[in-house]
Nanobody, 122 residues
Framework: QVQVVEFGGDLVEPGGSLRLSCVAS????????MTWYRQAPGKQREFVAA???????NYQDSVKGRFTISRDNAKKTAYLQMNNLQPDDTALYYC????????????????WGQGTQVTVSS
């Protein structure tokens, strides 16, 4: 059983900062890419940032220079440092991880967390 859980969402004023965490647990052999997505009310889910196992990163244009994705492979955790938050960043933030399970019946699949709410408002 593999689980992905996000933490760190909160209500913050415009210009503020938050750090989100995405923790994977369970029968894990290795974690490949880890990606943050977000979904605002009435909108489709959109890509925010991604990081490979070798720490190569990619960002949506609107968050470049404000958000930083990182990971700690030993802790099976990815982070999203978000600075200078704006009301348009308000959304439910999801983590997606591509994980290979351990054991003779090893499989590689995508796993999603339940999301953590980020609200930017004065």
């Amino acid at each position: 059983q593999v689980q992905v859980v996000e933490f760190g969402g909160d209500l913050v004023e415009p210009g503020g900062s938050l750090r989100l965490s995405c923790v994977a647990s369970g029968n894990i052999f290795t974690i490949y890419g880890m990606t943050w997505y977000r979904q605002a009310p009435g909108k489709q889910r959109e890509f925010v940032a991604a990081i490979t196992a070798l720490h190569n990163t990619n960002y949506q244009d609107s968050v470049k220079g404000r958000f930083t994705i990182s990971r700690d492979n030993a802790k099976k955790t990815a982070y999203l440092q978000m600075n200078n938050l704006q009301p348009d960043d308000t959304a439910l933030y999801y983590c997606n991880a591509v994980i290979r399970t351990a054991g003779v019946d090893s499989t590689t699949d995508e796993y999603w967390g339940q999301g953590t709410q980020v609200t930017v408002s004065s």
